[in-house]
Protein backbone atom coordinates (compact mmCIF):
# COMPACT_ATOMS: atom_id res chain seq x y z
CA UNK A 1 0.00 0.00 0.00
CA UNK A 2 1.71 3.55 -1.11
CA UNK A 3 0.43 6.12 0.57
CA UNK A 4 1.67 9.48 -0.98
CA UNK A 5 1.04 12.59 0.51
CA UNK A 6 2.43 16.22 1.75
CA UNK A 7 2.16 15.08 5.07
CA UNK A 8 3.85 12.04 4.59
CA UNK A 9 6.31 14.08 2.77
CA UNK A 10 6.96 16.27 5.64
CA UNK A 11 7.53 13.52 7.81
CA UNK A 12 9.81 12.41 6.21
CA UNK A 13 11.70 15.61 5.67
CA UNK A 14 11.17 15.98 9.24
CA UNK A 15 13.09 12.63 10.21
CA UNK A 16 15.66 13.43 7.78
CA UNK A 17 16.91 16.43 8.49
CA UNK A 18 16.38 16.18 12.23
CA UNK A 19 17.81 12.52 12.89
CA UNK A 20 20.61 13.70 14.86
CA UNK A 21 18.54 15.78 17.59
CA UNK A 22 15.43 12.95 17.73
CA UNK A 23 18.98 10.41 18.19
CA UNK A 24 20.22 12.27 20.75
CA UNK A 25 17.10 12.75 22.69
CA UNK A 26 16.07 9.08 22.56
CA UNK A 27 20.22 8.58 23.82
CA UNK A 28 19.46 10.71 27.06
CA UNK A 29 16.52 8.38 27.73
CA UNK A 30 18.03 5.11 26.88
CA UNK A 31 20.67 5.55 29.15
CA UNK A 32 19.07 7.10 32.15
CA UNK A 33 15.80 5.01 31.90
CA UNK A 34 15.78 2.46 34.53
CA UNK A 35 14.44 -0.48 32.00
CA UNK A 36 17.18 -0.49 30.10
CA UNK A 37 20.41 -0.16 32.64
CA UNK A 38 22.23 -2.74 29.75
CA UNK A 39 22.59 -0.25 27.53
CA UNK A 40 24.72 1.44 29.86
CA UNK A 41 27.28 -0.98 29.32
CA UNK A 42 27.58 -0.28 26.14
CA UNK A 43 30.02 2.23 23.43
CA UNK A 44 27.38 5.40 23.51
CA UNK A 45 28.80 5.75 19.60
CA UNK A 46 27.92 2.26 18.96
CA UNK A 47 24.31 2.66 20.26
CA UNK A 48 24.45 6.10 18.80
CA UNK A 49 24.80 4.62 15.34
CA UNK A 50 22.90 2.08 15.31
CA UNK A 51 19.62 4.60 16.27
CA UNK A 52 20.61 7.32 13.91
CA UNK A 53 21.01 4.68 11.36
CA UNK A 54 17.04 3.39 12.94
CA UNK A 55 15.85 7.16 12.04
CA UNK A 56 17.61 7.48 8.71
CA UNK A 57 16.28 4.00 7.09
CA UNK A 58 12.68 4.79 8.58
CA UNK A 59 12.61 7.58 6.68
CA UNK A 60 13.30 5.77 3.50
CA UNK A 61 11.34 3.05 4.29
CA UNK A 62 8.15 4.80 5.17
CA UNK A 63 8.64 6.96 1.78
CA UNK A 64 9.48 4.39 -0.80
CA UNK A 65 7.30 1.59 0.70
CA UNK A 66 10.01 -0.93 1.57
CA UNK A 67 9.13 -4.70 1.36
CA UNK A 68 8.30 -6.13 5.01
CA UNK A 69 11.08 -8.67 4.58
CA UNK A 70 13.77 -5.97 4.50
CA UNK A 71 12.62 -4.73 7.65
CA UNK A 72 12.44 -8.42 8.88
CA UNK A 73 16.29 -8.61 7.49
CA UNK A 74 17.23 -5.75 9.61
CA UNK A 75 16.14 -6.50 12.53
CA UNK A 76 16.23 -9.59 12.67
CA UNK A 77 20.17 -8.92 12.89
CA UNK A 78 19.34 -6.33 15.49
CA UNK A 79 18.44 -9.31 17.39
CA UNK A 80 21.42 -11.15 16.58
CA UNK A 81 23.57 -8.05 17.53
CA UNK A 82 21.32 -7.73 21.33
CA UNK A 83 21.81 -10.65 21.97
CA UNK A 84 25.73 -10.86 21.17
CA UNK A 85 25.98 -7.71 23.34
CA UNK A 86 23.91 -9.39 26.60
CA UNK A 87 20.79 -6.73 26.16
CA UNK A 88 18.00 -8.65 28.00
CA UNK A 89 15.31 -9.19 25.63
CA UNK A 90 13.00 -7.01 27.39
CA UNK A 91 15.34 -4.03 27.65
CA UNK A 92 15.65 -4.68 23.83
CA UNK A 93 11.57 -4.12 23.33
CA UNK A 94 11.67 -1.34 25.34
CA UNK A 95 14.87 0.41 23.27
CA UNK A 96 12.40 0.17 20.02
CA UNK A 97 9.48 1.36 22.04
CA UNK A 98 11.20 4.89 23.34
CA UNK A 99 12.51 4.95 19.60
CA UNK A 100 9.27 5.21 18.70
CA UNK A 101 7.92 7.48 21.15
CA UNK A 102 11.29 9.87 20.77
CA UNK A 103 10.06 9.89 16.95
CA UNK A 104 6.07 11.00 17.85
CA UNK A 105 6.88 13.37 20.38
CA UNK A 106 9.38 15.36 17.96
CA UNK A 107 6.77 14.75 14.61
CA UNK A 108 3.62 15.65 17.22
CA UNK A 109 6.36 18.91 18.57
CA UNK A 110 6.57 20.20 14.90
CA UNK A 111 3.35 19.91 13.41
CA UNK A 112 1.30 20.71 16.52
CA UNK A 113 -0.67 23.51 14.45
CA UNK A 114 -1.02 21.41 11.11
CA UNK A 115 -4.57 20.38 12.03
CA UNK A 116 -5.69 20.00 8.16
CA UNK A 117 -4.88 16.58 7.27
CA UNK A 118 -6.08 14.20 10.31
CA UNK A 119 -7.18 11.41 8.41
CA UNK A 120 -3.58 11.74 6.45
CA UNK A 121 -1.88 11.70 10.08
CA UNK A 122 -3.91 8.62 11.22
CA UNK A 123 -2.73 6.65 7.89
CA UNK A 124 0.80 7.47 8.85
CA UNK A 125 0.55 7.33 12.79
CA UNK A 126 -0.85 3.29 11.43
CA UNK A 127 2.36 2.97 9.13
CA UNK A 128 4.44 3.78 11.31
CA UNK A 129 3.78 1.59 14.28
CA UNK A 130 3.07 -1.43 12.05
CA UNK A 131 6.91 -0.79 10.74
CA UNK A 132 8.08 -0.58 14.58
CA UNK A 133 5.23 -3.70 15.50
CA UNK A 134 7.40 -5.81 12.21
CA UNK A 135 10.27 -4.71 13.55
CA UNK A 136 9.79 -5.81 17.30
CA UNK A 137 8.60 -9.27 15.89
CA UNK A 138 11.87 -9.33 13.64
CA UNK A 139 13.99 -8.47 16.79
CA UNK A 140 12.53 -10.86 19.01
CA UNK A 141 12.60 -13.72 16.48
CA UNK A 142 16.58 -12.40 15.68
CA UNK A 143 17.17 -12.74 19.31
CA UNK A 144 15.67 -16.09 19.46
CA UNK A 145 17.73 -17.32 16.63
CA UNK A 146 20.67 -16.76 19.21
CA UNK A 147 19.32 -18.15 22.43
CA UNK A 148 18.41 -21.59 20.88
CA UNK A 149 21.35 -21.56 18.55
CA UNK A 150 23.37 -21.42 22.08
CA UNK A 151 21.40 -24.15 23.65
Not at 29 to 39: C, G, I, S
Request: net charge positive.
Amino acid sequence: MKIKSALINRFVELIEENHQIITEQFMNNLLRNPDTQAFRKLDRQLIYESADNLYRELSKWIARDYPKEEIARYYRRIGHERFEQGIPVSQACKALILQKRHLWLFVLDKLYDDTTAYKEALALNNRVVLYFDRATFAMLQGYEDMLYKKL
